[in-house]
């Protein structure tokens, strides 16, 4: 699943190519494509048609456009395999398109594409986040991202240290910080020198604000370089790949050398999912949370 980096690269590709741009044509072309979207798909393309997206934002994972008189948004959560496009007029469909909005410019069509149906699309209306701001209504609840200049370094230290939870659990709770995923989780985890089993309430707010640092870093890091693409479905708005996975140095590395130490890099098993971590330099705690 794409994580904060890869989000934010299509977002800034949205603001480059849709804003601003009024839709004179907007076609769902399948249901699960706007099953958040209650009133069903043919609704979710008449409200579009004579709509202007004025912005592209993003909270975590979410991408949205503001629509003009910005009372409500088009939501877009990209799932497993979702794919944002802005592609010629006249090219031919990818195989899994899910929806398209066309303009009154006749430029370049942005497409849905999702492999796995996992992703969808919704108007949702707008609502005051409690800082001066507006979200979409069903992404209230998520918190802000490290990377928001906004977010409460302070609120965030003590909020983790009451979690009394493994501290990559806790990295991964969207109502903490928003955006960190599996990938970015573990390669702060590794620079920080942690385990991620470690339990919260016995990570001093020194080592808790480390880690911030080191998860903003890694973030930044990628982003600079296109987010992390391990296969082509994350890809920009024109469809081009990220390459930020040759500088990792934990995540998907099993048995290749720390690059810190030397140390082979090991998998474990972690919530269904996988954890990679160097047991060297990320020693298992005395008491680890699972």
Request: hydrophobic share 40%; aromatic share 6%; charged share 25%.
């Amino acid at each position: 699943m794409p994580e904060l980096p890869e989000v934010e690269v299509v977002r800034r590709g949205l603001a480059q190519h849709v804003v601003g741009r009024a839709i004179c044509d907007a076609q769902v072309l399948h249901a699960r494509a706007a099953r958040r979207h209650i009133p069903g798909p043919d609704d979710l393309g008449r409200r579009l048609v004579g709509r202007t997206p004025v912005a592209a934002s993003r909270r975590g994972k979410y991408l949205w456009l503001p629509l003009d008189g910005r009372d409500h948004a088009l939501l877009a959560h990209l799932g497993m395999s979702g794919q944002l496009l802005v592609s010629p007029v006249g090219t031919a469909d990818p195989i899994h398109l899910r929806a398209r909005l066309r303009f009154t410019d006749g430029g370049g069509e942005l497409r849905f594409v999702d492999q796995r149906t996992f992703g969808g699309l919704a108007l949702e209306p707008l609502v005051d986040d409690g800082a001066g701001g507006a979200v979409p209504a069903s992404v209230a609840h998520i918190a802000r991202d490290a990377l928001d200049p906004d977010f409460d370094d302070a609120a965030f230290v003590r909020a983790l240290r009451r979690r009394h939870t493994g501290i990559k659990r806790a990295l991964l709770d969207q109502s903490l910080v928003s955006g960190i995923g599996n990938i970015y989780a573990d390669e702060a985890l590794w620079r920080s020198r942690m385990h991620w089993a470690t339990p919260t309430e016995e990570i001093a707010p020194v080592r808790v604000r480390g880690l911030l640092g080191h998860a903003r870093d890694v973030m930044a890091e990628a982003l600079a370089q296109g987010g992390t693409s391990f296969d082509a479905l994350y890809v920009d708005v024109n469809g081009e790949s990220g390459y930020f996975e040759r500088s990792l140095s934990a995540y998907g590395q099993e048995g290749l050398p720390c690059p810190r130490c030397g140390t082979p890099i090991r998998r474990e098993a972690f919530a269904n999912r996988s954890s990679y971590r160097c047991p060297r330099c990320q020693r298992t705690p005395r008491r680890p949370r699972p």
